[in-house]
Structures are given as structure tokens and as C-alpha cells.
């Protein structure tokens, strides 16, 4: 049911399209888990899927900057919510 994990830069809070036929088609609480905790917000519906209401939130408590590169895993997708298991893998070059 899981896709393969993919990375995602910071600050470019879309998702990637190939990941997107796993998720609801409607917009959606979300869950990210990271370093022991979890920050809610919401995922949108639409073609362009992005993360609001709360990923501002999450990247200023975790004082992630653009070159933060994540790691992020889909741990569920139900029409009421979907979650995420998120891991730090560094900084990217670009």
C-alpha cells in the first residue's frame, strides 16, 4: 500500500504527484511525527497538494531552514486523516 519514501526540500511544502494517488482525494487532517512529536495540519485537495495550516508551525519549531532535506514516510491514508513519520537527512547543496 506504501509508496517508496522520497525526500522533500523545505519550503516547497507540494507534494510530489507520484505520491498523490495514494491519498485521499479530498483535503484532509494530516499528522507529522518527527523527533517524538507530532504537529497537525492539513493537506489539500486539488492538483497542486500542498500542507497548510500548520507546516509553518512545524518548520519554525523544529527551526528548519531551505536546505533542511526530509525524509518523509507514509504511515496512513484514510479519508480522515493522513500520517506521516518525518526524518532529518541533512542539508542539500542547492
Same mark, same amino acid.
Not at 511525527?33 to 517524538?36: E, L, S, T
Not at 526530509?70 to 491514508?77: D, I, N, S
Not at 532529518?88 to 547543496?93: A, R, S, V
Given at each position: 500500500?506504501?509508496?517508496?519514501?522520497?525526500l522533500y526540500?523545505?519550503?516547497l511544502q507540494?507534494?510530489?504527484?507520484?505520491?498523490?494517488?495514494?491519498l485521499p482525494p479530498i483535503s484532509v487532517k494530516t499528522m507529522l511525527?518527527?523527533?517524538?512529536k507530532e504537529w497537525a495540519m492539513?493537506?489539500?485537495?486539488?492538483?497542486?497538494?500542498?500542507?497548510?495550516n500548520g507546516w509553518k508551525q512545524f518548520v $519554525?519549531?523544529?527551526n528548519l531552514k531551505k536546505r533542511n532535506v526530509?525524509?518523509? /514516510? =507514509? $504511515?496512513?491514508?484514510t479519508s480522515g486523516v493522513v500520517i506521516f513519520s518525518v526524518e /532529518? =537527512?541533512?542539508?542539500?547543496?542547492a
Open positions: 500500500m506504501n509508496p517508496e519514501p522520497y526540500i523545505m519550503f507540494f507534494l510530489p504527484k507520484s505520491i498523490c494517488g495514494y511525527r518527527y523527533n517524538g492539513t493537506l489539500t485537495s486539488g492538483v497542486r497538494r500542498r500542507l497548510v $519554525v519549531d523544529n526530509l525524509h518523509f /514516510e =507514509l $504511515v496512513q491514508a /532529518e =537527512l541533512g542539508l542539500t547543496n
